[in-house]
Nanobody, 115 residues
Framework: QVQLVESGGRLVQAGGSLRLSCEAS????????IEWHRQAPGNQRELVAQ???????TYAGSVKDRFAMLPDETTNTMWLHMNHLKPEDTGVYYC?????????WGQGTQVTVSS
């Protein structure tokens, strides 16, 4: 099992930046993958970014070149650096840990981008 706690979400203007954090209860590199998802009102939850055990990172096309995952092994934290934010980036951002096909979710953190 793994517990996850996200933080960092807030209201920001379009074009601005935010740093979200996801603190895990154990080594994030011991997981099969650690991911960021987001859910906008009325929409399904979507995968935004993923890091697999070997350190490979992939991003959704809508955030590529704007968002970056940065792992911090010393604090078991996965950061999501978000730049050039757009109103369509608004939503609740969730961190997920994947292990043997099972997902563990954090409680989410709200990001609101105003135009």
């Amino acid at each position: 099992q793994v517990q996850l706690v996200e933080s960092g979400g807030r209201l920001v203007q379009a074009g601005g930046s935010l740093r979200l954090s996801c603190e895990a209860s154990r080594d994030i590199f011991s997981l099969d993958a650690i991911e960021w998802h987001r859910q906008a009102p009325g929409n399904q939850r979507e995968l935004v970014a993923q890091m697999t055990r070997d350190g490979t990172m992939t991003y959704a096309g809508s955030v590529k070149d704007r968002f970056a995952m940065l792992p911090d092994e010393t604090t078991n934290t996965m950061w999501l650096h978000m730049n050039h934010l757009k109103p369509e980036d608004t939503g609740v951002y969730y961190c997920a840990a994947v292990e043997t096909g099972r997902f563990y979710w954090g409680q989410g953190t709200q990001v609101t981008v105003s135009s």
